[in-house]
């Protein structure tokens, strides 16, 4: 093994961007452990894991890939790349190789979040608009982050990053998870993943696995410190 402490790439979901890590790259740098927290584009999980995995790839030396919500579906992919040695979901899809995100989710009961998907549209090259999805203000704290101040989601709810509404449909390229070691935090008061998903997924990837009861979908914003010592633990692992 290395004696290289690996760099934590930290990869937001849908619906936030990478100031939702705020807390937890401020608990990994008390630690003394590299991090970085690059922009996910959410435009389509082949597009967005190619995307996180060129920013890996030019990362010197060892990598750990961190995942929220939609971005565990992305490290799952992206995580094949050379110099990537674990994998953290945090509140997040764990898919199965030519599984996607609606396939997934349709095993199980749906979560609030379904119900409470606002659609816009957005232009692309060449064809008629796509279509996007953000959480319906008024829905924002419930469905997302009910355990964060209340005027803090208002503020995160209309400062939403939209999801391509493609992303759901597409299916992974590879499942990393099958070569690499993993980590997985489970929100058990999740209203946008049903925690069952995320149990599911995790224990299939035969990941080292933490349940936090009564976190919300936003863990990572209302408990940093948990979430920094989850990865903590993965970054000692694959040093």
């Known amino acids: 093994m290395t004696t290289t402490t690996p760099t934590v790439l930290l990869v937001h979901g849908a619906f936030a961007d990478a100031a939702s890590w705020s807390g937890v790259i401020a608990e990994l740098q008390g630690y003394g452990i590299p991090v970085i927290a690059p922009p996910n584009p959410l435009r389509g999980l082949a597009a967005d894991s190619a995307y996180v995995a060129s920013v890996a790839a030019q990362i010197d030396g060892p990598v750990v890939l961190v995942g929220h919500s939609y971005g565990g579906a992305l490290i799952t992919v992206a995580g094949v790349t050379e110099n990537v040695v674990g994998l953290v979901y945090v509140a997040a899809y764990a898919l199965e190789e030519g599984e996607s995100l609606g396939e997934l989710q349709g095993r199980f009961p749906l979560s609030p979040l379904a119900s409470n998907l606002k659609q816009w549209t957005y232009p692309v090259e060449d064809g008629d608009p796509a279509v996007e999805v953000t959480i319906a203000a008024d829905a924002f704290p419930s469905v997302f982050a009910a355990d964060v101040p209340a005027d803090v989601t208002k503020v995160l709810a209309v400062a939403q990053r ?78």
């Open 162 to 239: 939209p999801l391509a509404a493609a992303a759901f449909e597409e299916t992974a390229a590879a499942a990393a998870w099958k070569t690499k070691p993993s980590w997985a935090l489970v929100a058990g008061a999740d209203e946008a993943i049903n925690p069952e998903v995320e149990r599911f997924g995790a224990k299939r990837a035969g990941a080292t696995v933490v349940e936090i009861e009564g976190a919300s979908h936003a863990v990572a914003v209302s408990q940093p410190k948990e979430v920094a010592d989850l990865i903590r633990d993965a970054v000692r692992a694959t040093s």
